[in-house]
């Protein structure tokens, strides 16, 4: 089974920039539908990116898209979340996700292994 470990989570000011990473301990990651989800306290937990393990296609919400960017790396072994102008509300805990079909809707019921999550600060 798919371990996710998730990395490049920490604390920034307003404005800053994070680069996560997600990636399985041994497996390729691109034949998986990849997810990057969301958790605040006291909020439901929240799809901020998907990939298509088919066509490369991506999705995001209002609330990141300009700002968010979901890549596979070049050797298709990790896939990133670039995270840029990053405000406070974009505190949360943040997750990896994959999925071993297409994720039409970018939620969390269509994907089978998540990761542990990376917590992610973004306060003065």
């Known amino acids: 089974q798919l371990q996710l470990v998730e990395s490049g989570g920490g604390s920034v000011q307003p404005g800053g920039s994070l680069r996560l990473s997600c990636a399985d301990s041994?497996?390729?990651?691109?034949?998986?539908?990849i997810g990057w989800f969301r958790q605040a306290p006291g909020k439901e937990r929240e799809g901020v990116s998907c990939?298509?393990?088919?066509?490369?296609?991506?999705v995001y919400p209002n609330s990141v898209k300009g700002r968010f960017t979901i890549v596979r790396d070049n050797a298709k072994k990790t896939v990133t979340l670039q995270m840029n102008n990053l405000k406070p509300e974009d505190t949360a805990v943040y997750y990896c996700?994959?999925?071993?079909?297409?994720?039409?809707?970018?939620?969390?019921?269509?994907?089978?292994?998540w990761g542990q999550g990376t917590q992610v600060t973004v306060s003065t």
């Open positions: 996700a994959a999925g071993i079909v297409i994720a039409r809707q970018c939620i969390s019921s269509e994907f089978d292994y």
């Open positions: 041994a497996r390729t990651l691109e034949y998986y539908t």
């Open positions: 990939i298509s393990s088919k066509d490369g296609s991506t």
